[in-house]
């Protein structure tokens, strides 16, 4: 048997490693190693360990997409904490991920001040966002914490999806603003950053916001 050490591996943009048969002292060996100052992400489910290296175009969507929920959230004077790419794990359930961005909504009060994550404490975010998911890994990893609401970009185009019953169910409105029309505003937010940048484009969403909120 050849044993290689992770400094060894290089795993290139856009790609992804899949490590199997781990058990969850090896993974959270393996998490130790990595550190927290890592590029890459993590999705852990029941013995299948993937390391995944983002790509500009995946970094560049996630933090479109996850400026247009702060937006949102500070315009409709929603509370929440924003929690990024945490890692969430939990030994009994045999699942670990970091999303691309979260937040806590209807849990930001239990979470305001926190600086780390217990998760047989606290509750799993309220909202995650991942852009490119290819992985049923990850997927697994979400049922298995119990987060509510997922967002998914892919092939340019968001779905979101709320657990029902230990399953993610493709739903045309969010919970967290069923009042909007979040998917429309997503695709029209990344065509215009494409169009005239990210700022401008951010900026005019603000304004639309804004307007709303005014004419109600």
Same mark, same amino acid.
């Given at each position: 048997?050849?044993?290689?050490?992770?400094?060894?591996?290089?795993?290139p943009?856009?790609?992804?490693?899949?490590?199997?048969?781990l058990?969850?002292?090896?993974?959270?060996?393996?998490?130790?190693?990595?550190? +927290?100052? @890592?590029?890459? @992400?993590?999705?852990?489910?029941?013995g299948?360990? $993937?390391?995944?290296?983002?790509?500009? +175009?995946?970094?560049?969507?996630?933090?479109?997409?996850?400026?247009l929920?702060k937006?949102?959230?500070?315009?409709? $004077?929603?509370?929440c904490e924003?929690?990024?790419?945490? #890692?969430?794990k939990? +030994?009994?359930m045999d699942?670990?991920? $970091?999303?691309?961005?979260?937040?806590?909504?209807q849990n930001?009060?239990?979470?305001?001040g926190?600086? @780390?994550?217990?998760? #047989?404490?606290?509750? !799993?975010?309220?909202?995650?966002? $991942?852009v490119?998911?290819t992985?049923k890994? /990850?997927?697994?990893?979400?049922?298995?914490l119990?987060? !509510?609401?997922?967002?998914?970009y892919?092939?340019? /185009?968001?779905?979101?999806? #709320?657990l029902?019953?230990?399953?993610?169910?493709?739903?045309?409105?969010? !919970? #967290?603003?069923?009042?909007?029309?979040?998917?429309?505003?997503?695709?029209?937010?990344? +065509?215009q950053?494409?169009a005239?940048?990210?700022? !401008?484009?951010?900026?005019?969403? @603000?304004?639309?916001i804004?307007?709303?909120?005014?004419?109600l």
């Amino acid at each position: 048997m050849v044993t290689l050490q992770l400094r060894q591996l290089d795993v290139p943009p856009g790609q992804r490693l899949l490590i199997r048969n781990l058990d969850w002292q090896q993974f959270e060996r393996i998490l130790e190693e990595l550190g +927290e100052t @890592r590029s890459s @992400r993590i999705a852990y489910s029941h013995g299948t360990l $993937e390391i995944r290296m983002p790509t500009p +175009e995946h970094e560049v969507d996630k933090e479109l997409i996850g400026d247009l929920v702060k937006i949102l959230l500070d315009e409709l $004077e929603i509370d929440c904490e924003c929690f990024g790419s945490t #890692t969430f794990k939990q +030994e009994n359930m045999d699942s670990g991920i $970091e999303p691309d961005q979260c937040f806590y909504i209807q849990n930001q009060a239990q979470m305001r001040g926190k600086r @780390r994550i217990d998760l #047989t404490l606290d509750p !799993p975010p309220d909202l995650t966002i $991942e852009v490119d998911v290819t992985s049923k890994t /990850q997927l697994d990893a979400y049922i298995a914490l119990g987060v !509510p609401e997922l967002w998914r970009y892919e092939k340019n /185009q968001l779905n979101i999806y #709320t657990l029902q019953a230990d399953l993610y169910q493709r739903v045309d409105v969010s !919970p #967290t603003f069923p009042a909007l029309p979040i998917l429309d505003w997503v695709a029209d937010v990344l +065509e215009q950053s494409v169009a005239i940048g990210r700022s !401008p484009a951010l900026r005019a969403f @603000r304004k639309k916001i804004q307007t709303l909120k005014s004419e109600l």
